[in-house]
């Protein structure tokens, strides 16, 4: 499976962006999903999480009510919707998707996508 995270860029502060993370490859094995961050300086921490169908979403407390995780499984396809961005939301965004493969639990890791707000 590879992970291709799209949609970030450049934004002020309250503005909105969409990330997606296209999956390619036996997309078949993914179970659950999520967005992580790291901001310069700091250590990659979670963002959010969905599990396989959907069914059930986590947030980090710093954006619970801000952004919204969701997944197309029809077309292999997560989204990070981000309203009312802060400075400090800035990051790159990496998403993550969770395989199990042939009984074998793996985590594939996308290249990343850089958001950056201003004030």
């Known amino acids: 499976v590879q992970l291709v995270e799209s949609g970030g860029g450049l934004v002020q502060a309250g503005g909105s962006l969409r990330l997606s993370c296209a999956a390619s490859g036996t997309t078949f094995s993914i179970r659950a999903m999520g967005w992580y961050r790291q901001a310069p300086g700091k250590q990659r921490e979670l963002v959010a999480t969905?599990?396989?169908?959907?069914?059930?979403?986590n947030y980090a407390g710093s954006v619970k009510g801000r952004f919204t995780i969701s997944r197309d499984n029809a077309n292999d396809t997560m989204y990070l919707q981000m309203n009312n961005l802060k400075t400090e939301d800035t990051a790159v965004y990496y998403c993550?998707?969770?395989?199990?493969?042939?009984?074998?639990?793996?985590?594939?890791w996308g290249q990343g996508t850089l958001v950056t707000v201003s004030s």
């Open positions: 993550k998707a969770d395989l199990n493969a042939a009984g074998t639990y793996v985590e594939v």
């Open positions: 969905i599990t396989s169908r959907g069914g059930s979403t």
